[in-house]
């Protein structure tokens, strides 16, 4: 049970590491939540699933 608890811990280390990366990638590229709600609505309407 501990050692599934580490492995948990770990992994959502590294899902928080890889949002952070993501969001300054983001960031440093222009986009902000207004600007990627605005890709995430024209996706939805041709279906570009890859998008969402």
Not at 17 to 27: G, H, R, W
């Amino acid at each position: 049970r501990k050692e599934l608890l580490r492995a948990i811990d770990v992994r959502l280390s590294a899902v928080r590491q890889d949002l952070a990366t993501a969001y300054a990638n983001a960031s440093a590229s222009g986009f902000n939540p207004y600007t990627v709600s605005q890709l995430k609505h024209f996706a939805h309407q041709f279906r570009a699933h890859r998008l969402k």
